[in-house]
């Protein structure tokens, strides 16, 4: 476990997995990871060596990635960053007044305990916190 | 140089440097590196030590950033790949229908050889592609 942050991942909604998937795999050569489902998401993972991108397909019509397509389109849907002591972090959050979506850590894609800062709070950006392990 | 693209950057659109900077101060820890003007933009880099964020004020009321901000508000501006041939890449992408920004590379923040992909041909991302040194 490191000290230093790190991007974990950049979450990115779609509306179409096959149509967003060929640029990655035509243009950059990846091969994505298996879908997996969470929070009424599809997720595919695209390997970067490093923080990979997370394409975000909605499985459901009325989900998070579903809402936020209907009002953004598609794009960015939020940024990962790696931290080592979760619980921390979101202390300094709460003392710093920013905005959390979950006040506590719960599981996110691939067994991970996770949790949400609201983008109001952050230039813009929803946030996912995510314990090193 | 790798064959291995990897994500070089984050570009994040800021209305006001110093208000984002405290979340990346005061919850991750990191210290930002000194701004660097690009592009009628002020670029602050925060290094992950992998991929960084580049937090992007407009310096003029009419630059790309402006417009952004004006159309979309604070957010995610665009994202970075590192490839190992930008050339080959380019070449990839208009075979593959990709409208591109830039049609040739040219020189972006810290004198690296770049090229925009537009978002409209990329499931709604600004895309970037940056050659590996």
Known sequence: MSDQPRIAHIGVAVEN????????????????????????AT?????????????????TPDG??????????PGIHHLCYEVPDLEAALRRCREGG?????????TGAHGRRIAFVHPKST????????QAR
Chains 1, 2 share one sequence.
């Open 17 to 40: 997995l096959a149509d967003a998937l060929a640029f990655y795999r035509d243009v950059l050569g990846l091969v994505p990871l298996a879908p997996e489902a969470v929070d009424g």
């Open 43 to 59: 997720i595919v993972s695209l390997p970067f060596g490093g923080p990979d991108i997370e394409l975000l397909a909605s499985a």
């Open 64 to 73: 998070p990635i579903a809402r936020f397509l209907a009002k953004r389109g």
């Open 98 to 106: 920013y905005r959390l979506v979950d006040e506590t850590p719960r």
């Open 123 to 130: 230039a813009g950006i929803l946030i996912e916190l995510t």
